[in-house]
Every structure is written in C-alpha cells, then in structure tokens.
C-alpha cells in the first residue's frame, strides 16, 4: 500500500491533480498547496514501505500504519466536507478515503500471524 500512496502522491497529485480532486480539497489548499499535499502522499508512502519491511517492531508498525492513514482520513474528512457545503458530486469519495482510513485502523489492530514453527498443522 506504501508505494500505492507514493505513486498516488506523484503521479496522482503532483503530475496531474484531476478537477474533483482539487475543487474538493479548497478547504486544505487555501492553507497548503497541492504540491505540499503531493509530497506528503508521497513521504507517506515511503514511511510504510520501509516500516514493512522491518519486522517484529511495533512501534515502527505503528508509524506505517499511521501513515497510510493519515493521507487518507484527510482526504477523506475535506470531501466529507465539501460535500456537505460546495461540492455535492464529493460524497462519493468521501465515503471510499473514510472507509479506507477506518479499514487501515482496523488491520493495524489485528495480530501478527504465529511464526510458521509454531502454527498447527492440519
């Protein structure tokens, strides 16, 4: 998923931002730019995939996972947002970006699965 957010932050955002996604975000980019929420898709992304590589250490875990979601509930909330005020073509979106950040939360709850050795065999 990590180099999903990373190539949706440089192909997605900062190559070519399509019109719904920018006139949705109004309420964050008069504050940030779209190439600064760009590169944070992109940091984001490379936050997970290093952070899924290393192995039995929680708390980095814990720093992927939170930076998978993160971008997402963003999105997520500003095309909540526009949907209700401006832009009613956004709910839509809104619900598959809070969705998606609520599965993102739902995962990095789960255990990790027994090392093999230790599994039972059927």
């Known amino acids: 998923m990590g180099l999903g957010w990373a190539g949706y932050g440089g192909i997605g955002i900062l190559a070519n931002p399509r019109y719904g996604t920018t006139r949705s975000l109004d309420d964050i980019t008069r504050h940030v730019s779209m190439e600064v929420l760009g590169w ?3 940091a984001a992304g490379v936050i997970a995939v290093v952070s899924g590589v290393v192995r039995r250490c929680p708390r980095v875990q814990a720093g992927g996972f939170t930076a998978l979601a993160t ?7 500003a095309f909540a947002i526009a ?18 950040a609520l599965g993102i939360v739902w995962v990095s709850g789960m255990d990790d ?4 050795y230790l599994r039972k065999r059927q």
């Open 71 to 77: 971008p997402a509930a963003l999105w997520g909330t």
């Open 40 to 42: 944070l898709w992109v």
């Open 83 to 100: 949907a209700v005020t401006s832009y009613p073509a956004a709910a839509g979106s809104a619900c598959g970006w809070v969705g998606f």
């Open 113 to 116: 699965p027994l090392p093999p």
